[in-house]
């Protein structure tokens, strides 16, 4: 538990650090970061809600492109199946996240940096639990490269000087 803490820590302060890319090349960089996604990935995640007890789940992904959409389709170890689509290049979309109470938010792209074949991308949103009614902020962190896929989940209180907390790690490598 202590190596996984630790190896959740590193990869938030790694990627706080990225550049905010708000240049002329952000909508270049984030359609990088959507074709490097194209193929087939098998992985594993973890979450653990702030007070909940760590779950670790296996999943598989086929991202495939077709007239400028990204279409992604993921399955579980537990059978269930989602999917995805995003215009490629897109700066802001709309995407239905299944624990909050909002049918769709909007996620937008805060940064995106490419270095050495790896693209870095931050996008952020907002939503509401369905229990408490609490609104959270929410950021995430997705990092790509030929054969590494890594992506990470934090939430803070909405408008809230608090730090984001990690709750949602996944990572891939592609088949």
């Not at 984030?30 to 809600?49: D, I, N, Y």
Request: one cysteine or more.
């Amino acid at each position: 538990m202590t190596k996984f803490i630790a190896f959740l820590l590193l990869g938030l302060a790694a990627s706080i650090g990225f550049a905010d890319d708000h240049g002329p090349d952000i909508a270049s960089c984030v359609e990088g970061h959507s074709k490097l996604q194209v193929g087939t990935w098998e992985g594993e995640g973890w979450v653990a809600p702030l007070g909940a007890q760590l779950n670790k789940f296996g999943f598989s992904s086929e991202i495939t492109e077709k007239d400028g959409m990204i279409l992604s389709n993921l399955t579980n170890s537990a059978g269930n199946k989602f999917s995805n689509s995003w215009a490629v290049g897109s700066l802001s979309r709309e995407t239905e996240v299944s624990w909050v109470e909002e049918k769709t938010v909007t996620q937008t792209v805060d940064s995106c940096v490419e270095q050495q074949g790896v693209f870095r991308i931050q996008e952020s949103w907002t939503g509401t639990l369905p229990d408490s009614g609490a609104k959270l902020d929410s950021i995430v962190q997705t990092s790509v490269s030929e054969g590494l896929y890594w992506q990470t989940l934090a939430s803070k209180p909405h408008g809230s000087d608090m730090p984001f907390s990690v709750w949602w790690v996944n990572s891939a490598t592609r088949k």
